[in-house]
């Protein structure tokens, strides 16, 4: 190994029935970098990660660590963990009925009395330097998501780990947590710990990183500093062919012949839920597709959810092609031809142990009743034509859809709810932590849909991709409707505005 380099893998081929999961890749993690680790949702980003992690064994290739003598085995996490390598998920792995300094230590005290004053004093000391906002005797499950992450990197840097993972740490976080957790990330590059970072926001890439890993299909494409590899290249990289820009998205489609005067596919009057949102008046037209928008906590998803029954409503009037209907669950939406695609795929949208063609035709099911099951053939013939349609990268409609890819997990929840053919469909977050490709795939589909006719209720944290994909925007704020916005109003810097009450 290079002086100055704490991780080299080389060679690494990792192997699953059917799929050709890494092939021959290589990775130089060099000290006090932070390096990106690129490619679309099944380019094998997250392989590596597990092998390097001993969640995954190896098929062939070798791992260098710095101080080490010859290749390092890892067979499972806590050798990874043993070798100083550290990993902070996405999903916080850590116990949220515990304190911070519980979290910090736990499974780390070896004798069966712990010193608490001790434990609470050392976190104390560490999250004091680090600058994390929080007590050790606070309970992690009061803290936000940001600072969640946060202890979990503390723990790891306590454990003084030499590699640090980073994957998909800033998905959940809005800007201003992000910008806390780039600080902390700054330090320990500082602290000298090499930290890889995985992340599909490429502004935040360009803003925090020195290096940066290209996989595609499983195979490396490149490592390259950061000032000589411009956006437009990268991007190219990721997807394997030359990229039009994103903004031209909406060029194919036409939003000027929605008939705003005709009756609305849907309207709500003064729809109340239990989840804090208040009395907000809504409609979508045939052939539209418009969105709710606002910062974390503004209720844009609770008002989704309140409209699917998915949250009880409390008051308030809904009419369907001007005709009052009651929807007081989510099986009553879907019987009036509405689909929901929920926010957190995990907990609310794959059924992780079941296969990728029983989660595609579970939504056509449930409406079916489970009494009148489909046929084998059935089954099979509308999972294979939503894998074809979707282009979703399975090795058959057998495997657990747990094994896909966020993002491939994210194409199937689609084809569940286009199989049940709706008038109206609401995708909330569609396309948050999936790769670029993958993201453009979806926008270009849902405007195809609003193009047939379909009504198409879209959220996204990213205001471009909004503004791209919608012809109407209704805003919110602390739980509120505070402005609706089309035509030449559908600028980022108007929907800043109205976001932040009329200030520029």
């Not at 979990?152 to 454990?159: E, N, T, W």
Request: with cysteine.
């Amino acid at each position: 190994m290079e002086q100055g380099t704490v991780l080299e893998m080389r060679g690494i081929c990792k192997y699953f029935p059917g799929v050709r999961a890494l092939e021959q890749v290589d990775f130089t993690l060099r000290e006090g970098e932070i390096h990106a680790l690129m490619g679309e949702n099944g380019a094998g980003k997250s392989t590596l990660i597990k092998v390097l992690t001993g969640v995954y064994p190896k098929d062939a290739g070798a791992i260098y660590l710095a101080g080490v003598d010859g290749q390092v085995h890892i067979k499972s996490p806590q050798d990874a963990q043993n070798n100083g390598i550290a990993t902070v998920y996405q999903e916080i792995t850590l116990c949220p009925n515990l304190t911070v300094a519980e979290n910090m230590y736990i499974g780390r005290t070896r004798s069966a009395l712990t010193n608490w004053q001790k434990m609470n004093s050392d976190a104390g000391k560490l999250l004091d330097e680090l600058g994390i906002p929080a007590h050790p005797k606070q309970q992690l499950g009061n803290c936000s998501i940001a600072v969640q992450q946060m202890v979990a990197i503390a723990r790891a840097v306590d454990m003084e780990c030499k590699v640090l993972i980073l994957d998909e740490p800033t998905s959940s976080l809005d800007e201003q947590e992000v910008q806390k957790l780039f600080g902390l990330m700054r330090d320990l590059k500082k602290k000298g710990v090499g930290i890889i970072f995985v992340t599909h926001f490429l502004e935040q890439v360009y803003e925090v990183c020195d290096r940066i890993t290209v996989l595609r299909d499983g195979q490396l494409v490149g490592e390259y500093i950061i000032e000589d590899l411009p956006r437009v290249q990268l991007v190219s990289k990721m997807l394997g062919k030359d990229f039009d820009d994103m903004a031209d998205i909406k060029s194919d489609s036409d939003t000027d012949n929605i008939d705003y005067s005709s009756t609305p596919v849907y309207e709500a009057i003064g729809l109340t839920g239990t989840t804090g949102i208040k009395p907000f008046d809504f409609r979508i037209h045939k052939g539209e597709v418009n969105g709710f928008t606002g910062l974390l906590g503004s209720g844009r998803s609770e008002s989704v959810r309140a409209i699917f029954g998915a949250d009880r409503v409390t008051r308030g009037r809904v009419m369907i092609d001007g005709r009052p209907v009651k929807i007081r669950k989510p099986l009553d939406a879907m019987k009036h031809g509405i689909s929901y695609l929920p926010e957190d795929r995990k907990r609310d949208g794959i059924v992780g142990d079941l296969s990728v063609r029983d989660n595609i035709i579970l939504a056509l099911q449930v409406m079916k009743g489970f009494f009148k099951p489909f046929s084998r053939a059935q089954a099979e013939q509308f999972a294979d034509e939503y894998i074809k349609l979707l282009n979703i990268k399975t090795a058959s409609s057998e495997t657990p859809i747990k094994s896909l890819s966020g993002g491939n997990q994210q194409k199937v929840i689609l084809a569940r709810w286009l199989l049940a053919n709706p008038v109206y469909l609401i995708l909330d977050e569609p396309t948050r932590g999936i790769d670029v490709g993958t993201k453009v795939e979806i926008q270009k589909l849902v405007l195809k849909l609003a193009a047939e006719g379909k009504s198409v209720t879209f959220i996204s944290s990213e205001i471009d991709e909004m503004i791209r994909t919608c012809s109407r925007l209704v805003v919110m704020r602390d739980g509120k409707v505070v402005g609706e916005l089309k035509g030449e109003d559908l600028n980022q810097n108007k929907i800043m505005a109205t976001i932040a009450g009329g200030e520029s």
